[in-house]
């Protein structure tokens, strides 16, 4: 991994006191999250009794102004988790806590105040614009849902909103289709806006995006959360983005929280191995440090998460693996003399500095933060 | 790792590739209906079956000036100039262009006449399944669990009822006594179900775009997203479903009119008329061949036209199409 120029300063310092123990201005609050998906099937005459364990037993807190990264391989739980958040998905078990009040139980018309304060922006900046219908109208559709504004009043917001986030007005009448995937994903920022919400949940907002492009809309969300106060979830398989825009990261593996960190504090002492094996996947476009810099590998696949592993779920493919990480579950906590905003969840963490042993050629599995990674193994 | 920084620090110092540093586009904006528009306007074979289509509603409408024209009313019977001596219907002629029938009734005014009741019974009798089509199809899809359990076994149900042997109890039952208003009953009873069908399908898979759940994390409501946000998507096969529908509702009504269950026996239909030019197509061909060909044109006309319609809202037609004017 590669220090760059801009290794210090979050983008995007809002009101956070950096690292506090207790809990000053938490915004959302998650309860020991857990959602599991019944799977179709069976046998003819029995149903089947398993379930997708998407999310299991999450505990996180976004504390307002802050940029949360949530990373993870892909099936980690982390779009799941996004969901349970802004209750799209109703939970298994746990609490979700917007500013105290809990709203895990509300029914879907008892949701409608909260749905201004907390908004999603998506990852499809195809899939998530209705392709039948104006711009204009798409964006205007929370003023009309909340029935804040209409008629000329709307048209005048919705364009207040489409300057706000780079677009031309003058574009209100035009369809999806005629957007770039840039423009689109805007498009999407500004539909999430519209109410000014408190808390705006990213679910991998620039990953369909082109590298250039991912920068100008990674740039917008940063300029806005200056600009109108806003809490960022942001959800990426991509920690070189995470890490550009995050005030403090949490990694997941298999519906589980690994590690929670202050944004530097990870990068510079990662104390969960699998955060380590993330790290190293990060691409270096340069060859030569590239072929220089250590590969960590873990072996075989991303654990089914119908039949999670025993113990710690990571245990199967680490190298620092023991026999009782197969037995106990490890605890999120504070490891060595970590600030107490840095918690892993290992039982033998990696001391500062300390390396991975490499993996061992052979049916070795890279362990990649992409779809494509994964299938490359 | 710090290219990514140090890409959005570049980035940010462009001003031309960040906020609203584009031009507007030159290109004017067309929407899909406006494409699919364009193409239709384009397309000779729309074209010419639309023209034929106006023609049969010309003939409809005018109906009544073909009579005065004639001088023939729509069921008066000519007996001593619309039947030889021998008591054998005329064939075409100054007097009846189009023959007369075995009652010496002007073949040419019944027709026109017939036309009103094809167009009525098969435009009408095509909407009201597309209607009820799409709002159970909807229903089933959107709600899914039991109420598409329920829904889609009806639909099943429907789709596999032999509706002739229907056709045919019903004519035993209520005979000639029929109306335009039972056999517009019958007609979309039998038809709704390949709409709703479709529709449903539709649906299941438009609920699951990312656009449906976006509408929902705006706090949309079940109505809302149901009519504002996945009824656009279904319009367009809506649409073509319909244009098919209609040539076919005018064949089951001709159908069932041939049966002997539609409108009463001294108003003119096509299915009627063919029914009663069987013992007489020997002499008199064309006791046949006006209704029949009357018929057949329409169908095929609406037919051709709902292939258009469909081809010019096939994306990769519209592609094809944008290709050719830029």
Redesign the interface.
């Known amino acids: 991994?590669?220090?760059?120029?801009?290794?210090e300063g979050p983008?995007s310092v809002g009101a956070v006191g950096e690292g506090g123990g207790d809990r000053p201005g938490v915004l959302l609050e998650l309860q020991g999250v857990t959602k599991h998906f019944p799977v179709k099937g069976g046998g003819f005459w029995r149903k089947s009794h398993d379930a997708v364990h998407a999310v299991d037993g999450v505990d996180l807190q976004v504390r307002r102004g802050e940029t949360l990264g949530l990373v993870g391989e892909t099936g980690s739980g982390k779009s799941t988790l996004a969901r349970c958040m802004?209750r799209?998905l109703p939970l298994t078990s746990g609490r979700v806590l917007l500013d105290g009040e809990d709203i895990t139980d509300l029914k879907?018309?008892q949701?409608?105040p909260y749905?201004?304060r907390v908004?999603?922006i998506?990852?499809?900046p195809y899939?998530?614009?209705?392709?039948?219908?104006?711009v204009g109208s798409i964006i205007g559709?929370?003023f009309a849902?909340?029935k804040v504004a209409d008629g000329a009043e709307r048209k005048r917001r919705v364009q207040e909103l489409m300057?706000l986030?780079?677009?031309?007005p003058?574009?209100y009448?035009?369809?999806p289709?005629?957007f770039s995937g840039g423009q689109r994903q805007r498009i999407?920022v500004a539909?999430a806006l519209a109410l000014r919400p408190e808390l705006v949940v990213a679910d991998e907002p620039v990953s369909a995006l082109d590298?250039?492009v991912r920068?100008?809309v990674?740039?917008?969300l940063a300029d806005l959360q200056d600009e109108l106060g806003l809490t960022y979830v942001f959800i990426t398989h991509d920690?070189?983005?995470v890490?550009?825009v995050s005030n403090r990261v949490a990694v997941m593996y298999v519906g589980q929280v690994v590690e929670l960190a202050d944004r530097h504090d990870l990068y510079a002492t990662p104390r969960h191995p699998y955060t380590k094996v993330l790290q190293s996947a990060?691409p270096?476009?340069d060859p030569e440090q590239s072929e220089r810099r250590a590969r960590v590998q873990a072996s075989g696949e991303l654990p089914s998460p119908i039949n999670p592993p025993s113990g710690c779920r990571f245990h199967p493919r680490c190298p620092k693996a023991q026999p009782i990480c197969a037995q106990v579950v490890p605890r999120l906590e504070v490891k060595f003399q970590d600030p107490p905003s840095h918690l892993a969840a290992c039982h033998f963490p990696l001391a500062d500095g300390e390396e991975l042993p490499r993996a061992e050629a052979g049916d070795v599995a890279r362990v990649g933060p992409g779809d494509g990674d994964r299938r490359a193994g | 790792?710090?290219?990514?920084?140090?890409?959005?620090?570049?980035?940010?110092q462009e001003p031309q590739?960040?906020?609203?540093?584009?031009e507007?586009?030159v290109i004017e904006?067309k929407?899909?209906w406006r494409l699919a528009w364009d193409r239709l306007r384009h397309d000779r074979v729309a074209i010419g079956s639309s023209v034929v289509i106006v023609l049969i509603a010309g003939m409809a409408v005018f109906a009544p000036l073909a009579s005065a024209l004639t001088g023939h009313g729509m069921d008066a019977q000519y007996h001593l100039t619309g039947l030889t001596s021998a008591g054998v219907p005329v064939g075409p002629r100054a007097h009846f262009p189009w023959g007369a029938d075995e009652e010496g009734r002007d073949i040419l005014v019944r027709v026109f006449y017939g036309a009103r009741i094809s167009l009525l019974v098969g435009v009408s009798s095509a909407a009201l399944a597309v209607a009820g089509g799409v709002v159970l199809g909807m229903l089933a899809g959107f709600f899914g669990g039991v109420v598409d359990t329920a829904l889609a076994r009806l639909f099943d149900v429907v789709l596999a009822m032999p509706y002739l042997v229907f056709a045919l109890a019903l004519v035993a039952a209520i005979g000639g006594q029929g109306g335009i208003l039972i056999d517009i009953a019958v007609i979309s009873f039998f038809s709704f179900g390949a709409v709703a069908r479709i529709v449903r399908g539709q649906v299941l898979s438009i609920k699951e775009?990312?656009?449906i759940?976006?509408?929902?994390?705006?706090?949309?409501?079940s109505l809302?997203v149901m009519f504002?946000?996945i009824f656009?998507?279904l319009?367009a096969p809506v649409i073509v479903y319909f244009s098919l529908l209609v040539p076919s509702s005018i064949v089951f009504e001709a159908t069932l009119a041939f049966l002997g269950l539609g409108v009463p026996p001294p108003t003119p239909d096509w299915g009627s008329m063919l029914q009663e030019a069987i013992n007489w197509y020997n002499p008199a061909w064309w006791y046949v061949v006006f209704p029949g060909g009357a018929l057949l044109a329409t169908t095929l006309a609406f037919n051709l036209l709902g292939d258009s319609v469909r081809d010019a809202f096939d994306p990769r037609y519209n592609r094809l199409f944008a290709r050719e004017t830029e």
């Open positions: 991994m590669s220090q760059g120029p801009r290794g983008r802004t799209l879907r018309s949701l409608r749905r201004r908004q999603m998506f990852q499809d899939g998530s614009l209705n392709p039948r219908r104006r559709d929370p849902i909340h300057d986030v780079g677009l031309n003058e574009h009448n035009r369809f289709a005629e999407g539909r590298v250039s920068a100008q990674v740039n917008l920690l070189s983005v890490r550009h990060i270096v476009p | 790792m710090s290219t990514f920084g140090e890409l959005v620090e570049e980035v940010a590739l960040g906020a609203a540093g584009y507007a586009g904006a929407g899909p775009k990312e656009y759940e976006a509408a929902h994390s705006l706090g949309a409501g809302r504002i946000d656009p998507n319009l």
